[in-house]
């Protein structure tokens, strides 16, 4: 599973991806200490100023700054990434599709740390990360950046842009009718399909391997649906509040076989935030502070133009041993697991791969269908995932922070039933929460 990265050259020094790296340095010395999100619409209109990804922004940061009782004073650092960072989302918005005085689409499809620092006449920053990656990679150089004395108070968020079009990203695939060059074997229907038919064959490849069908991806399915809809700000609970049914799962819209339109997360506007601080300033904040034990990076190694199982499943086995060092944990502490959701068929690859709840490989689909449910005995993705609550990215982390504070969704009706003092989220960058700085 590839890290989510930016322009080359970009400073790594954060990374930590090898095994064997031992106990991070800062383990427990970074807190997080509030978080929020923004209202969810389905897509800009391209009209009401008041919804751009800018606007969005600073809702969720002021947002994330109530919950931990801090001011915008406080605010000494700023990490984001650029609008065509938001890897998935909309961002190909060609000029004039604005048009004038609106010389630039920041603070439109994305907000950079500058445009937030003016627009919020934020006076005493010191440190502007505007180009973390996607939000996996930005909450590890969040906690990185706070550990080295790079800031001691930071806002982290992350617009997600949607608006009518094509997805773009930047990439000129989208725009094309044809396949050109390699994309004939990795990206032969634009961006998305990218994503998509790799996992897609991988998984195929999985179900084969281990005599495993499609169809077991609906019982994850519709629990991250129930989950998703016991969370206030989701997509589902504000626009489309009904639990899916296995007839609605097995009659969805193929996309690219078998996968169906139930097993994708939905593109959505909306932006993520989140407060890092020192350990020590966390003492003194409002809500209850969670702490960061461990972040750790896939490296993304394969041999050909698309990953195999085999490469899926031993990227994510050294990504799993890098978190659990870095913590200086075992897999059985790990009390709460958001892996990432964007599509089911590759989720399974690391629940097998951490062996949470003793889940070994070709192991995933068996387990989704014992009671993974909140109030059961193996909570997976309590947070409802992004299939469940919109493709935020950032459910799983909204979660591992709410279930370590003793309460999650709405009057705690998503809060596990099992101990929660250590919480591992993300995707190709992962981090490991604990309820207690040690």
């Keep these: 599973m590839t890290t989510e990265g930016g322009p080359s050259g970009r400073d790594m020094s954060w990374s930590r991806s090898k095994p064997g790296l031992g106990t991070w340095a800062g383990k427990g010395k970074v807190a997080v200490v509030g978080w929020a999100n923004s209202y969810v619409d389905r897509r800009w209109d391209g009209k009401d100023f008041t919804k751009t ?3 969005k922004s600073m809702d969720a940061i002021r947002g994330a700054l109530a919950d931990a009782g801090l001011t915008e004073d406080d605010l000494d650092g700023l990490i984001t990434c650029q609008a065509s960072d938001t890897r998935a989302e909309q961002t190909w918005a060609p000029r004039p599709y604005f048009a004038p005085p609106y010389d630039s689409e920041d603070g439109i499809i994305g907000a950079t740390g500058e445009w937030i620092k003016k627009q919020m ?15 996996w990679s930005m909450m590890n150089i969040a906690a990185d950046s706070v550990f080295t004395g790079k800031c001691k108070v930071a806002a982290v968020w992350y617009p997600m842009c949607n608006v009518e079009g094509r997805y773009g990203h930047n990439n000129p695939q989208n725009f094309s009718e044809d396949a050109k060059g390699g994309a004939v ?3 032969p229907w634009g961006y998305q399909s990218g994503a998509m038919f790799n996992n897609l064959v991988a998984f195929l490849e999985y179900c084969k391997k281990y005599g495993k069908v499609h169809d077991n991806l609906g019982y994850l399915c519709l629990n991250q649906r129930r989950n998703g809809l016991r969370t206030p700000w989701g997509f589902y609970t504000a626009h489309e509040p009904y639990q899916l049914t296995w007839e609605d799962y097995r009659s969805g819209r193929l996309v690219e076989e078998p996968l169906v339109v139930y097993d994708c997360d939905r593109p959505m506007m909306t932006t993520a935030a989140f407060i890092f601080t020192t350990a020590d300033r966390a003492k003194y904040t409002k809500g209850n502070p969670v702490y960061v034990w461990s972040h ?5 190694t394969k041999r050909s133009t698309m990953f195999t199982v085999e490469e899926h499943q031993r990227e994510c086995a050294q990504l799993a041993q890098v978190i659990l060092e870095g913590a200086g944990i075992t897999r059985d502490e790990v009390d709460v697991f958001n892996p990432y959701d964007g599509y089911l068929t590759f989720t399974q690859n690391y629940l097998e791969a951490f062996r949470w709840h003793g889940v070994g490989l070709g192991e995933a689909h068996d387990f989704y269908m014992d009671d993974i449910r909140v109030e059961g005995k193996h909570p997976f993705n ?5 299939n469940g609550t919109g493709r935020s990215r950032a459910a799983h982390y909204f979660d591992a922070i709410e279930q370590l504070r003793g309460k999650a969704g709405i009057n705690g009706t998503r809060t596990v039933n099992i101990k929660a003092d250590v919480a591992v989220a ?3 960058d992962m981090m490991c929460f604990g309820r207690y700085p040690k």
Excluded: F, H, Q, T
């Design 296 to 300: 750790g990076s896939s490296v993304g």
């Design 426 to 428: 993300g995707y190709g």
């Design 185 to 187: 074997w990795n990206l």
């Design 382 to 386: 309590s947070s409802g995932g992004n």
């Design 121 to 135: 006449n934020l006076k005493n920053i010191k440190y502007i990360d505007s180009n973390a990656g996607a939000i």
């Design 53 to 55: 990804s800018g606007a």
